[in-house]
């Protein structure tokens, strides 16, 4: 008589979309049937073999987290937020706040423990270019020198403004602040993306209008097909020398933002470009060891679109891991997508939809503690829309989507931001209405 199978069953639960892994335990008489030569003792050490590999799997459970809407010491009147971790590891929110009879001033507050401190302003002005699309930003250095950049007019046309950046040691007073551009033109500068560099230096990169001025165009930067928005860099230091100046690439969209990372071996900069046959895809420029690279396409949606869709990318980094998020609406059908990179963005995987269906865009992404990448973006609801957040993992699944916030549709909310230090993660966006004001949540990852 044949002697009985004694089968006993090992589940595992990965807690990953309901997923689970079962592992028979019958290691002597099932595998005796395969291979006879075996001894039992092999399969003894198989098997602890597998269950350690199960249970590193186990610990490799992607994070969970909940988001908390938190106060923060913005202003009625207060809008165009955003978010960035310094190098000395605090995390920095700035917008710009108006109040009635006021000019608008760029305003900032740190995050100290479980608080935000109290507001400080940068900059003020009575004419200032302020907008949904183009808005200030500050960056911090490791020994807690800042630098911030915003956007004061230079003409009469709607879009003829300059960038200005200033440096502060402390946050309580700026200097004089510094154009990173020399052509003199009233035509559209802004698009910023900042980075700081070695020695105290600030890595600028910026949408430049200059060409059109080249055939008198009165939109300051928004005219005739045939000129051409470029995409310029220059680096900074604090005494406002400028060097390095390039052009990276001489045709690209007119006002899509623009986003940028420091990874070990130099940036990244992600853009919408624009093709002579007006394709706005996204590109990419890589500078390493101190060259920058021709312009690549990062992926052919082939949109073809006659203006600026106000929509750029968002990119992030992490050791030699890239994730760069963007909106297309080839072929008319709406979409947000991710890619990812193990090689510091030399290349690419294949993009992955990270959508709900009928995406507004206005993207950002950061990269967490585990390595998966989280995503956000504002999902249409009908007559209005909600910022939404999904995670997506390195083999290219992905979790529910998350909803952050109700939102309006309307170009007001603006350009929502994220944030990551350690286990937290940081949201900013316009709350819309008269007046408008800026809110802020949090998620702590367990």
């Known amino acids: 008589m044949q002697e009985p199978l004694n089968i006993f069953v090992l589940v595992f639960d990965f807690s990953k979309e309901g997923k689970r892994i079962e592992v ?13 030569t075996m ?12 269950l350690i590999l199960l249970f590193s799997h186990c610990q490799q459970e992607p994070e969970k987290f909940s988001i908390k809407e938190i106060a923060n010491p913005t202003g009625e009147g207060s809008a165009e937020p955003n978010l960035s971790v310094g190098e000395d590891g605090q995390v920095y929110l700035s917008w710009i706040e108006k109040r009635d009879n006021e000019n608008p001033a760029l305003k900032f ?22 907008n949904w699309a183009d808005f200030p930003s500050m960056v ?8 911030a950049h915003w956007l004061p007019m230079s003409g009469q046309s709607t879009y003829a403004y300059d960038v200005n950046i200033a440096f502060s040691q402390n946050g309580k007073s700026w200097n004089k602040a510094i154009v990173p551009h020399r052509d003199g033109t ?4 802004g698009f910023v993306s900042l980075l700081p560099w070695d020695n105290g230096q600030l890595f600028a990169v910026w949408l430049d209008g200059r060409n059109f001025a080249k055939g008198g165009d009165s939109q300051g930067g928004h005219g005739a097909p045939t000129h051409e928005m470029t995409l310029r860099f220059a680096m900074l230091n604090k005494e406002g020398q400028l060097s390095n100046e390039t052009i990276l690439d001489k045709r690209i969209c007119d006002c899509c933002p623009t986003s940028a990372v420091r990874t070990p071996n130099g940036a990244l900069v992600v853009y919408r470009d624009r093709s002579e046959k007006e394709i706005r895809d996204i590109s990419i420029v890589r500078l390493e060891n101190g060259v920058w690279s021709e312009p690549k396409t990062l992926y052919e949606d082939n949109w073809e679109i006659a203006g600026c869709p106000v929509n750029g990318p968002a990119i992030a980094v992490q050791g030699g891991k ?32 990270v959508d709900d269906g009928d995406p507004v865009g ?77 809110k802020t949540a949090i998620a702590r990852i367990n």
């Open 362 to 438: 206005r993207v950002d992404t950061v990269i967490l503690p585990s390595g998966s990448v989280l995503v956000s973006w504002m999902e249409s609801t009908g007559t209005n829309a909600e910022l939404r957040v999904r995670r997506v993992h390195w083999d290219c699944t992905k979790d529910q989507s998350i909803t952050v916030t109700k939102a309006s549709k309307e170009r007001a909310t603006g350009m929502p931001k994220m944030a990551i230090r350690g286990n937290e993660i940081f949201f900013a966006w316009t709350q819309t209405g008269k007046p408008s004001h800026v």
């Open 140 to 147: 911090a250095f490791q020994d807690g020198s800042l630098a």
């Open 109 to 130: 507050s740190v995050r100290r423990g479980k608080n935000w401190s109290m507001p400080q302003i940068i900059a003020q002005g009575e004419n200032w270019f302020v």
């Open 322 to 353: 890239v994730a760069v998020a963007w909106f297309t609406w080839a072929n008319e059908i709406a979409r947000v997508k991710v890619t990812f990179s193990n090689d510091e963005g030399r290349t690419f995987g294949d993009p992955i939809v």
């Open 186 to 189: 009233q035509t559209e500068h």
């Open 39 to 50: 001894k039992p003792k092999f399969f003894s050490t198989l098997f602890c073999l597998v």
């Open 24 to 36: 028979s335990h019958s290691f002597w008489f099932f595998l005796k049937k395969l291979v006879p």
